[in-house]
């Protein structure tokens, strides 16, 4: 069902997902149990993020995090911890094709997160995640922990 | 996770479901592999529905559906096939608080469903499905054939 695969780093890649017109309003494909992405399932949640505001940092041990942005669009900046050559991706997804890519992007555990409202108005994700809620298995990070790692972006720099 | 669950009708049963204010956005729960009502996950899909119009019927002979509105409002129609004595429930949820409760709607094999786009902008529902879209388990039928079901309802005469 799905119509492209891509790897953005070690643990990050990116699907892109179809959208099918119909005269009372779209279907959009989202994940299936056979997908390859697929790694369970735990819990689907929803998080909205403001505009210009930002959420992060946050690593799972175990989790892996299959998101889809159904309102907006959303910044995503991923990286690893540096303990081995760095690396990080920075991607916007939308549901709107004009402001970015319908997908879905599968983070695996280990990979470190914060993600960004650029929507004027609701911005929101989903989570279709491997495992429930436990926080216990989860990292948080301050925003100006890992912001060196991306100098480029002034929203990285703890305004919101 | 859940805070409240009732029966609408036999098949269909409504759980009102938490959201969790933060400083950048909330996050709202959506459903759990331990879950009362989780069936199995075959496939996450989404679908619009426009201001005014209306998708509908389909019945599912297999699928467990678990839909959740994330954007504008959405009114569901879902009545039985009339064998028996006739049932049938019209409730609507919403993304808004203001409109309409937010809440995971639960609809068992055998019930028919159509939904209606209140909103005035994108109406968005999820569907976390026990199975996989599979057309052979899914029967349609026009509007007008379960209108008198809802003789209240002008949506459902197909004037969308």
Redesign the interface.
């Known amino acids: 069902m799905t119509t492209e695969r891509r790897s953005l780093m070690p643990g990050v890649h990116l699907t892109l997902l179809r959208r099918i017109a ?13 997908d390859a992405d ?1 790694a369970g ?10 505009h210009g ?3 992060g940092w946050k690593m799972h041990t175990v989790m892996t995090m299959n998101l889809i942005v ?2 907006g669009s959303v910044r995503f900046l991923l990286c690893d911890d540096g303990s081995r050559e760095a690396e990080s991706c920075d991607i916007v997804l939308s549901a709107d094709p004009r402001l970015g890519p319908y997908g879905r992007l599968t983070v695996a555990p280990g990979v470190w997160m914060a993600f960004a ?1 650029l929507g004027a108005g ?3 994700l ?1 989570n ?1 995640a491997s495992h ?2 436990d926080p216990t298995e989860a990292r948080g990070a301050d925003l100006a922990a890992l912001a060196h790692r991306f100098p480029q972006h002034a929203l990285m720099q703890g305004e ?1």
């Open positions: 119909t005269p009372h309003g779209e279907v959009r494909h989202g994940l299936r149990h056979d697929f399932f735990g819990e689907a949640y929803f998080s909205e993020v403001y505001h930002v959420k159904m309102q409202g609701v911005n929101l989903m279709l429930g809620h919101a």
